[in-house]
């Protein structure tokens, strides 16, 4: 799985990137690296429906950044730093990846998973509900109560962003409250 | 540049090369979500394939244009259709005996129509995905257009 | 061994990375690519979970009968979480652009000192 490793390696880099890159929009590409590496990484962990799905989404994502960035006065990241909050960041980093070597052996190791449910769904699919897909079994089927959740979301969120930039409601009052 | 403006969208080239393949990004998600039970894809990602389709239109031929074809009513109104339309499924599962029952015959396995209600479910998801998503778009690209110039 | 748990610890540094821009940058869109990052790394970990060493992709096709395949089970969590992923930052750009409009700038700082 040297692969794996590559792209990870290249996935940090590029996140470090678009954290530090002062001008906006070079920040906004070295997410879209991000999302794409992770589009690959998921196709070499065995996972092609969730390949497709993260590929299409972190299009739009870039899409959506790029319109936030693109063509605005005073848009770019020329501010100084934050000492406290640079300390605060770094103390968080160093204390995650500590914990994460403490506790990550405790996990069924790499490639070892406890698939005590998944067995059961894995066999009966076919039988039960009749789709080859197992992945669109478990959220059509079996787990569809987490689907209308999700679609409840969605509705939240874009009820959300069409109440958020409505222009008539701000100015006809005069001052903020 | 001139990808934003509210006059004309992008150059010649663009707008000719869009007219010829964004039919086959639409029938392309088409694809993805009605093959969902068979093969990798399914509800989501065919949604987002179709709404990347009409974004594409609305990125290369303006945003004026686009937004004179598409009422912002239609957009919402559909998306509330998909989610009428998946809590519907839902409930007339009731018919056999309990929520999210599937009513349908199963089917054999690897034929297109089998599965129960999960390409019924799928289409649902498509809809009101795409349409969400196309909603949230013609709303943060074309709505806020002209507060832009003072650059 | 070290390959049975560095892929992880990989993936807290990615989590690490989103969590320090969220909390040392000034700029509105740097803190929203930061959690942008972070969920990244969360959907990374649900599906490094499931990885099953030989495993198949989780697909029936006919002639396989009792393959050993990878586990579905996280997959299909992390299918409907890069969606809400989406709608999450889809809502704080918007709020994001809104405040660009009102105060003109990205500048948090500033934001606080403008109106009052």
Redesign the interface.
């Known amino acids: 799985m040297i692969e794996l490793y590559i792209l990870l390696a290249l996935m940090i880099v590029g996140a470090l990137a678009a954290v530090e890159m002062k001008n906006l929009l070079s920040a906004v590409i070295a997410v879209g690296v991000v999302g794409l590496g992770l589009s690959i990484v998921f196709l070499l962990l065995k996972a092609p429906d969730i390949a497709l799905t993260q590929l299409v989404v972190e299009i739009v994502a870039v899409i959506i950044l790029i319109r936030a960035t693109l063509n605005m006065k005073n848009a770019d990241d020329w501010l100084g730093p934050r000492p406290l909050g640079a300390v605060m960041g770094a103390v968080f980093m160093a204390l995650t990846v500590w914990m994460g070597i403490v506790v990550f052996r405790s996990l069924p190791s790499f490639g070892n998973p406890l698939m005590l449910v998944s067995q059961r769904y894995l066999e009966n699919s076919a039988a039960d509900t009749g789709a080859a897909n197992v992945v669109a079994a478990i959220i059509l089927d079996y787990r569809a109560y987490d689907t209308l959740g999700e679609a409840t979301v969605l509705f939240t969120a874009v009820v959300g962003v069409l109440t958020v930039m409505r222009r008539k409601g701000v100015k006809s009052h005069g001052d903020p409250q | 540049m001139a990808i934003h403006s509210d006059e004309g969208g992008m150059t010649l080239v663009v707008k000719t090369v869009t007219r010829l393949t964004v039919g086959l990004i639409f029938l392309y998600g088409v694809y993805i979500v009605l093959n969902g039970h068979l093969s990798p894809g399914g509800g989501f990602a065919g949604g987002v394939i179709i709404a990347l389709s009409f974004m594409n239109l609305v990125l290369a031929f303006g945003g004026k244009k686009a937004v004179e074809i598409v009422k912002k009513n239609a957009v919402t109104a559909m998306e509330s259709i998909g989610a009428i339309l998946f809590l519907g499924i839902a409930l007339l599962g009731f018919t056999e005996g309990g929520f999210f029952r599937s009513f349908l015959s199963q089917g054999e396995t690897f034929k297109l129509i089998s599965g129960g209600t999960i390409p019924l479910s799928n289409i649902a998801i498509c809809i009101k995905v795409g349409a969400g998503l196309f909603g949230i778009f013609l709303t943060l690209m074309v709505l806020m257009g002209s507060e832009r110039k003072e650059k | 061994m070290i ?19 969220v ?5 509105l ?2 803190i ?3 959690i ?2 972070a969920e ?1 790394a969360v ?2 970990f649900l ?7 030989d ?8 002639g396989a009968v009792g393959q050993v ?5 996280p ?6 979480s ?10 704080l ?6 405040l ?3 105060y ?4 948090i700082t500033r934001i606080r000192e403008l ?1 009052g």
């Open positions: 390959h049975a748990w560095l892929p992880y610890v990989l993936c807290a540094l990615l989590f690490s990375v989103g969590v320090y821009a909390l040392s940058k000034k700029n869109i740097k929203i690519m930061g942008i990052i990244y959907n990374l599906i490094l979970l499931c990885w099953r060493k495993g198949e992709a989780p697909i029936l096709h006919p395949m990878v586990d579905p089970l997959q299909a969590l992390v299918l409907t890069i969606v809400i992923g989406l709608a999450t930052t889809a809502f750009v918007a709020i994001a652009m809104r660009h409009d009102r003109g700038t990205y500048d109106r």
